[in-house]
Nanobody
């Protein structure tokens, strides 16, 4: 069992920045690849970014490449999503997810999910 809790969402102006955090507990955090997904109203859940358990490899959706950065601090059992140059189309509920295989995450699935945090970008 792994518990994931997101934080850091909020309201931000277009062009601004926001950093999301996901705190993990219940099982060894460093053994899991991690990812961020998002879901906007009326749309399906969308893959955003993923990172391997060691932090050596990262993956991004084309829509966020160059603007978002995923990172992790295994000593703190935390994964982050730094979001820069935010656009109104980034508005969504952002979910943290974990799986033992990063390819599972990049294909839209996960063994564990957080509750989500709302990000709203105004123009």
């Amino acid at each position: 069992q792994v518990q994931l809790v997101e934080s850091g969402g909020g309201l931000v102006q277009a062009g601004g920045s926001l950093r999301l955090s996901c705190a993990a507990s219940g099982r060894t955090f460093s053994s899991y690849a991690m990812a961020w997904f998002r879901q906007a109203p009326g749309k399906e859940r969308e893959f955003v970014a993923a990172i391997t358990w060691s932090g050596g490899n990262t993956y991004y959706a084309d829509s966020v490449k160059g603007r978002f950065t995923i990172s992790r601090d295994n000593a703190k059992n935390t994964v982050y999503l730094q979001m820069n140059s935010l656009k109104p189309e980034d508005t969504a509920v952002y979910y943290c997810a974990a799986d033992t295989a990063v390819w599972v995450l990049t294909n839209g699935r996960a063994d564990y999910w957080g509750q989500g945090t709302q990000v709203t970008v105004s123009s």
